[in-house]
């Protein structure tokens, strides 16, 4: 809006401590596991941490704090990457491949979209339904360059070829995740959408881009800085509410236990597309869990 100004960190007034943010989950830059997540975008200040906690949460909740995240990474991006970036001459086989495993992909990101924007009206808070508004636009740019990388690699109608080629496994995770949304179970659907969902997706393409071709590469990289945030908003609401109400805790160790099997058909078929080798295909499985147990949520 005209004549307002940037938000910017701000400093504690009363010179006390800066406020810790631990038990939020990986925004605590701290935390030993948070260095397996790549930064969610080289332009946001550091400072962000040293706020008091409501402070903290009104600034990486704002669409100021998305815009700064954004920018190092998509400025000079067209459908997630530069205009610039060679196409690879791909086998056949491969490019079959690869068009399998991105429509998945894009049953993912719907079940992304369409969550994130069911859960903002009855989020609990402002903060929380300004978050996920920003998370809404993300996933829909995902589902956008993914389906322009259909468009890319040959296939006229991507639409079809994402019901076509979308595995029983992801499309079973999808119908229970919009079940918890629509049953408007805050916890639940956080957990199943912004922790179990956004997971799956970073480990999945964390491993993809390890191997992917250059323009393939450019664009999960581009997600997986945005899905770093998205599990951070996760960890960070769950991580507050699970201290003040524990009870909360085994409704999501159940949910987490019907979900589980269907993320982990879901990777041996999309690592199987992906020609990974069969030995290191348990690392994906892994990095997963790792990432749910942070939470305290083991197997």
Same mark, same amino acid.
């Given at each position: 809006?005209?004549?307002?100004?940037?938000?910017?960190?701000?400093?504690?007034?009363?010179?006390?401590?800066?406020?810790?943010?631990?038990?939020?989950?990986?925004?605590?830059?701290?935390?030993?596991?948070?260095?397996?997540?790549?930064?969610?975008?080289?332009?946001?200040?550091?400072?962000?941490?040293?706020?008091?906690?409501?402070?903290?949460?009104?600034?990486?909740?704002?669409?100021?704090?998305?815009?700064?995240?954004?920018?190092?990474?998509?400025?000079?991006?067209?459908?997630?990457?530069?205009?610039?970036?060679?196409?690879?001459?791909?086998?056949?086989?491969?490019?079959?491949?690869?068009?399998?495993?991105?429509?998945?992909?894009?049953?993912?990101?719907?079940?992304?979209?369409?969550?994130?924007?069911?859960?903002?009206?009855?989020?609990?808070?402002?903060?929380?339904?300004?978050?996920?508004?920003?998370?809404?636009?993300?996933?829909?740019?995902? =589902? &956008?360059?993914?389906?322009?990388? *259909? !468009? #890319? $690699?040959? @296939?006229?109608?991507? %639409?079809?070829?994402?019901?076509? +080629?979308?595995?029983?496994?992801?499309?079973?995770?999808?119908?229970?995740?919009?079940?918890?949304?629509?049953?408007?179970?805050?916890?639940?659907?956080?957990?199943?959408?912004?922790?179990?969902?956004?997971?799956?997706?970073?480990?999945?393409?964390?491993?993809?881009?390890?191997?992917?071709?250059?323009?393939?590469?450019?664009?999960?990289?581009?997600?997986?800085?945005?899905?770093?945030?998205?599990?951070?908003?996760?960890?960070?609401?769950?991580?507050?509410?699970?201290?003040?109400?524990?009870?909360?805790?085994?409704?999501?160790?159940?949910?987490?236990?019907?979900?589980?099997?269907?993320? =982990? &058909?879901?990777?041996?078929?999309? *690592? !199987? #597309? $992906?020609? @990974?080798?069969?030995? %290191?295909?348990?690392?994906?499985? +892994?990095?997963?869990?790792?990432?749910?147990?942070?939470?305290?949520?083991?197997?």
């Amino acid at each position: 809006m005209a004549g307002c100004e940037p938000r910017r960190p701000r400093a504690r007034r009363d010179g006390a401590a800066p406020g810790q943010h631990g038990p939020q989950g990986v925004q605590d830059p701290t935390r030993p596991a948070r260095t397996r997540v790549p930064d969610a975008g080289g332009s946001v200040s550091r400072e962000v941490h040293t706020l008091a906690p409501d402070e903290f949460l009104d600034e990486v909740h704002s669409f100021e704090f998305w815009f700064h995240s954004i920018q190092g990474y998509l400025a000079d991006a067209e459908y997630g990457h530069r205009p610039g970036t060679p196409e690879s001459e791909l086998p056949p086989d491969r490019r079959e491949r690869l068009i399998t495993v991105l429509c998945n992909y894009c049953i993912g990101e719907t079940a992304a979209l369409d969550g994130a924007s069911g859960l903002i009206g009855f989020a609990p808070n402002r903060q929380a339904k300004i978050f996920l508004a920003t998370q809404v636009v993300d996933e829909a740019r995902h =589902l &956008e360059v993914l389906i322009h990388r *259909l !468009a #890319e $690699l040959g @296939v006229k109608d991507p %639409e079809a070829e994402i019901q076509r +080629r979308a595995t029983r496994s992801l499309q079973a995770f999808r119908r229970r995740l919009l079940e918890l949304v629509a049953g408007k179970d805050w916890e639940a659907g956080i957990f199943a959408q912004n922790v179990i969902l956004e997971a799956m997706e970073f480990a999945a393409f964390q491993t993809h881009a390890r191997n992917a071709d250059p323009i393939t590469r450019e664009l999960l990289e581009g997600i997986i800085k945005d899905e770093r945030r998205h599990m951070g908003f996760g960890e960070n609401d769950l991580g507050r509410r699970l201290s003040a109400t524990p009870h909360v805790r085994a409704r999501l160790q159940q949910i987490k236990r019907e979900l589980d099997p269907l993320v =982990l &058909e879901t990777f041996e078929e999309m *690592l !199987a #597309e $992906l020609d @990974v080798p069969r030995e %290191e295909r348990p690392e994906l499985g +892994r990095n997963y869990l790792e990432t749910v147990e942070r939470l305290g949520f083991t197997s």
